[in-house]
């Protein structure tokens, strides 16, 4: 008996905002997708609007109702992050999901941000650390808020060197996968946090193990280095039987943790498959070194101080 494809039950949505980073293409678009057919408003965070409108009009060629509104997001640029959580807070409407997705994975060559970080660290882990705090009145002004941060299987092999942040001794692998040990720190800590101090906010991460996007291609070819190689690398390793799965299989962990009812806060959750990396929805495993407790505060506080954005104080 063929067993049936993996998916989630999403409950109706309707009246809840929700803010995915990211949502232009790859997993935020489906992320979007599935946020807007449950009735939801979804406000597309993304760096270029004319891809997110692009995004916008596929969603609705398959959902012709959705509410969907576009938002300059450049997680590389404090100071755009700022403007980002402005605009919202103007606005003064909760905000009921906030999905830190976007990413960028395995630059080549060293990198920095518009304020002079490494930029898998400052864009994956403090951008969004800086966006969330900004938008933290929002969503505890909101009846169940969640926020979910997207990991990855590379916090396997990635490390975050507390001696070397910013990775001066690059190396492209270790430092994405340093960046996304970030990730799900920063979302332990925000829901510890959120706890002990009633903000009403429940955090949570996932991965989507092995899904194919463009962020395997857009990475490692950065700057225009290695297209071919990359590109024939990838095109075999996707022909590999049962190792990749595609988008709307990929979002399930994520929308799972999300706005699931038994989704817990401050756990993390992955695809059920072999090694995490194809499947449906289920709590998943992380090295050691990404559920350090001491290690998670270190960090909240040193993000704190690089990005220039203190949450509330905590007892």
């Known amino acids: 008996m063929a067993r049936s494809a993996p998916d989630v039950t999403v409950p109706d949505l309707t009246g809840r905002r929700a803010v995915i980073t990211g949502a232009n293409s790859g997993l935020g ?42 938002r300059h997001l450049d ?39 518009e304020d002079g970080f490494e930029t898998q660290f400052g864009g994956n882990h403090l951008g969004h650390f800086a966006l969330t705090g900004h938008l933290l009145p929002l969503l505890r002004a909101a009846q169940s808020p969640r926020v ?46 959120s ?16 899904t194919i996007t463009n962020l395997q291609f857009t990475g490692p070819t950065h700057g225009g280095a290695a297209v ?31 706005v699931s009812p038994d989704a817990r806060g401050g756990a993390y959750y992955g695809p059920d498959g072999f090694c995490g990396l194809t499947g449906g929805p289920a709590e998943g495993r992380a090295p050691r070194r990404a559920l350090d407790d001491a290690a998670a505060a270190r960090l909240w506080e040193v993000s704190e101080k690089l990005t220039g954005v203190a949450y509330p104080a905590v007892g």
């Open 29 to 70: 678009l489906g992320l979007t997708r599935r946020f807007a057919e449950a009735g939801a408003e979804v406000v597309l965070a993304v760096r270029n609007r004319a891809k997110g409108a692009a995004a916008v009009e596929e969603v609705r060629t398959a959902v012709p109702d959705a509410r969907l509104t576009i």
């Open 228 to 258: 071919t190689r990359t590109r024939l690398m990838y095109g075999l390793l996707y022909r590999i039987p049962g190792l990749w799965q595609q988008v709307p299989t990929g979002i399930l962990p994520i929308l799972h943790a999300a």
């Open 195 to 210: 706890e002990e101090a009633g903000w009403g906010v429940l955090s949570n991460a996932a991965h989507p193990g092995a």
């Open 75 to 113: 997680l590389t640029s404090l100071k755009t992050v700022a403007a980002f959580g402005a605009e919202l807070a103007a606005e003064g409407r909760p905000i009921d999901f906030l999905i830190n997705n976007a990413g960028v994975m395995a630059l080549p060559r060293r990198g920095v941000t």
């Open 148 to 193: 979910t941060t997207v990991s990855s299987i590379s916090t396997w092999w990635g490390r975050l060197n507390f001696g070397d942040l910013q990775s001066e001794r690059y190396r492209p692998q270790r430092a994405y996968g340093g960046s996304k040990i970030a990730n799900l720190l920063f979302a332990r800590e925000l829901h510890r946090r």
